[in-house]
């Protein structure tokens, strides 16, 4: 049976690795921020579902997708580039091209560090809009939030620069926060990351 589409769910497609990580966090607090809520494949630790599977779910449940193809370089121990990303991106745009009415509304945003990067690599996708973020996690909100409002409904979101303030003044207190849940900072989950900006972001209203 065919999942609905849930509003406002936003599957994050992106590298897990410690290099990107600030750009992946700057990128869950904006969208929990904006009142969305992000997916990914971090969310469960379910030994009983085939991890495939469970990306495809996500993907078949959100309305938005936000994919970052910028892991493009080889790695220092395969020398082989990583291919997870564009398999995830080529998933989202097949599930809105080929799917029910519903999955065809979803809406997708392609970042990189560099705007024409991709033609090297990836020149298919040719002829849609690449965001570049720079590797910067500030940048990397700002397009995020300018694309939202893009496609969102019509509500008025909070400018790009609104949201990487309110991001580096929940940076700043979150050793606080997490001293208070008897967190390590260092061992946080997805799911606790999550949390911890779910509560910033109540007790800053």
């Known amino acids: 049976m065919a999942r609905r589409v849930l509003p406002g769910n936003v599957f994050v497609n992106c590298p897990f690795d410690t290099r990107y ?28 579902e085939n991890r495939l599977e469970k990306i495809l779910r996500i993907i078949e449940e959100c309305e938005y997708g936000i994919h970052d193809i910028s892991a493009v370089a080889l790695g220092e121990q395969t020398n082989l580039p990583r291919f997870n990303m564009p398999l995830e991106l080529g998933l989202f745009l097949g599930c809105q091209r080929f799917g029910s009415r519903a999955q065809k509304r979803k809406f997708c945003l392609v970042l990189d560090e560099d705007q024409f990067r991709y033609r090297a690599s990836m020149s298919d996708i040719s ?25 969102s409904r019509p509500n008025l979101l909070p400018g790009g620069a609104n949201l990487v303030t309110r991001y580096k003044r929940f940076q700043t207190q979150t050793p606080e926060i997490c001293a208070a ?25």
């Open 21 to 48: 990580r600030p750009i992946f966090n700057g990128q869950l607090f904006a969208i929990l921020d904006l009142g969305f809520v992000p997916r990914c494949a971090l969310e469960f630790d379910d030994a009983t």
């Open 127 to 151: 002829g849609q809009d690449i965001h570049a973020h720079g590797g910067v996690s500030d940048r990397a909100i700002t397009e995020l939030r300018n694309w939202l409002a893009t496609h």
């Open 181 to 205: 849940l008897r967190l390590d900072p260092g061992e946080l989950t997805y799911s606790d990351y999550c949390h911890l900006i779910r509560e910033w972001i109540q007790g800053d209203r």
